[in-house]
């Protein structure tokens, strides 16, 4: 089994849906992150989280909100989707002691 | 603040022949840099990382980077490239000695391999 799991792999859906995509990891981590990816700009991050009770915003989270409900699960929702959401969005997780991240397969979204 | 510059954005090398992906990067503390690789339809898989150990380090599949902090660079190296290789690279640079953990991408590098 993967490490970090995303769910769905792919999602195409209707503007102005909301539509959450979930992430669970099997790590044992407490630093869990969102990522998007468009062509050309590279992962940008949306927001992040140290653990349950901690959460950050990252370079580009309007639109987008986050729930940690445990510490191996990471979801994240778009309220109403637009079309310049349509994007490739990785879920990360990361170990303190090792410094490196582990990423999911990715959810490749897109809002029509 | 972090940030990461890729220096190219596409970069064709014949088979067999040196790879170069270059990467500069900005970090008010001492980062903690990496590569991964991202392949077509692919995740993103780690191809090495420094941490303040040795300044040359050696990953997978042949790559290796040199930190040099007096300029600022991270360059992957590969002394000959295979049709395998060919994918997306990304310099990535983390602040592991604030706390902050964030990990910062790079815009990415598209390495084609001519036969």
């Known amino acids: 089994d993967a490490d970090v799991t995303q769910t769905p792999r792919n999602r195409i859906t209707k503007t102005g849906k909301r539509i959450m995509l979930e992430c669970s990891q099997t790590k044992g981590h407490d630093r869990m992150y969102w990522y998007r990816q468009d062509p050309g700009l590279g992962l940008r991050l949306i927001y992040y989280?140290?653990?349950?009770?901690?959460?950050n915003k990252g370079e580009i989270s309007d639109g987008y909100s986050v729930s940690r409900q445990a510490q191996a699960k990471f979801s994240l929702s778009l309220e109403s989707a637009i079309p310049n959401q349509t994007a490739l969005y990785f879920c990360?997780?990361?170990?303190?002691?090792?410094?490196?991240?582990?990423f999911g397969q990715g959810t490749r979204l897109t809002v029509v | 603040a972090q940030s990461v510059t890729q220096l190219d954005s596409h970069v064709s090398v014949s088979e067999g022949t040196p790879v170069l992906l270059r990467c500069n990067y900005s970090?008010?503390?001492?980062?903690?840099l990496f590569w991964y690789v991202q392949h077509p339809n692919k995740g993103l898989q780690l191809l090495l990382k420094y941490t303040s150990a040795a300044t040359l380090v050696k990953g997978i599949n042949g790559f290796e980077a040199e930190f040099k902090k007096s300029e600022t660079s991270f360059h992957l190296t590969k002394p000959s490239a295979h049709m395998s290789d060919a994918a997306e690279y990304f310099c990535?640079?983390?602040?592991?000695?604030?706390?902050?953990?964030?990990?910062?991408f790079g815009t990415g590098t598209r390495l084609k391999v001519l036969a």
């Open positions: 989280s140290f653990d349950v009770k901690d959460i």
């Open positions: 970090s008010s503390y001492s980062p903690s």
């Open positions: 990535v640079v983390s602040d592991t000695t604030s706390g902050t953990y964030k990990y910062i």
């Open positions: 990360a997780t990361s170990d303190p002691n090792k410094f490196e991240a582990f």
